[in-house]
């Protein structure tokens, strides 16, 4: 999009701009945002792909920091109109602490929302996610729900516990002063599993399935219904929201919103298969191949093998009690709440989001060869 002079005026910082989510943020902040004079990628871990995008009309600076630093966050805050806050460790698997996690999470997050206030900052957009809800500690479905869907969001793992404490402190934050005396305006954004291209767990099945002979074996019921969401879709709400926060702080302000699109309700496993199945892979079983307590008893003894060994290496398989349960718990939405207060409507179809998926996955194929 052309951008003239004038409207180019605003600063914007992506906390965890090299990530999965964070990557696609930025690139389509700058393919998608007229006003942006300059984009300020703060990241943990720089991408080497970063430097292809100084050679536009937006700067680009790269900010190798790390959020749980309030100092590293305030010096990168510093100018900003607009803070995307994508940062996060998405740990499910044992691979840190719960206390890091917690680190990173919760107070990696009171860091940016104590940056804007000092520096001020008047835009937060937050990067929360679906386990802010659930599933919950009891497995109950939560089926085609939306953001006023009654659920006891109860939660015992980490990863959720920090999600639900951060987006708490984002929440509350709205309204809060920043320097210069104006209002601090916040909203939560709650992707359910997002896929595309640079997701790493879809990576990490694809790889599963070529060790295995070209086959993945069922272990979840076709009939749990599990949310997804294409990665260029949850990037476009992101950047959305933060263009229209301003203008809409009344009604956005202090508001979460489901990240959703057309993306077909179906297993977590069938789900995958329409992007692994095209690339040569196949799904062994009609029903899950193992009985439940049986999946039960080895996501356990995964538990045990990766406390036992965490002294001498991480040992962090796919199966272990958490994500058994997540897997196996329906967790669908149905809500057209961000086309109401932000007229968002996904800017990739269901088949283009697949058809780019299974590219991505083909690519793989070629490099692994
Ligand atoms: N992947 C999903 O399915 C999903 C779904 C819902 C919500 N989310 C949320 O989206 C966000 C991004 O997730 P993702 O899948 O892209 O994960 P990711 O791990 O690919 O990206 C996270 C980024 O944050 C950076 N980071 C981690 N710790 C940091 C620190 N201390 N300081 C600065 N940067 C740090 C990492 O280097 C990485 O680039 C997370 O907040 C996650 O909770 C993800
Ligand atoms: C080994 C089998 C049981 C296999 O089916 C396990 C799948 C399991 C690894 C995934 C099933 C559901 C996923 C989670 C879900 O998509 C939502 C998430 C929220 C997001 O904030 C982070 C990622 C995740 C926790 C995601 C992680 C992988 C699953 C648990």
Redesign the pocket.
Known sequence: MANSAQAQKLVYLV????????EHVVRMLLQQEPRLRELRI????LGPWVDELKTGPVQVTAIQ????QAHEVAAAMDGAHVVIH?????DVFGRASPKTIH???VQ?TQNVIEACVQTGTQFLVY?????VVGPNIKGHPFYRGNEDTPYEAVHKHP?PRS?ALAERLVLEANGRKVRGGLPLVTCAL??????GE???IMRDFYHQGLRLGGRLFRAIPTSVEHGRVYVGNVAWMHVLVARELEQRAALMGGQVYF?YDRSPYKSYEDFNMEFLGPCGLRLVGARPLLPYWLLVLLATLNALLQWLLRPLLLYAPLLNPYTLAVANTTFTVSTNKAQRHFGYEPLFSWEDSRTRTIRWVQALESSAQ
């Not at 965890?16 to 964070?22: A, D, M, P, W, Y």
């Open positions: 906390t965890g701009g090299c990530g999965f989510l964070g703060f990241d943990l871990h920091g790390d959020v749980t994508i940062a996060g460790l998405v680190e990173v999470n990696g990067t929360s996610s679906m386990e990863y999600k709650r992707p359910t599993g997002i896929y640079g997701h790493q990240c």
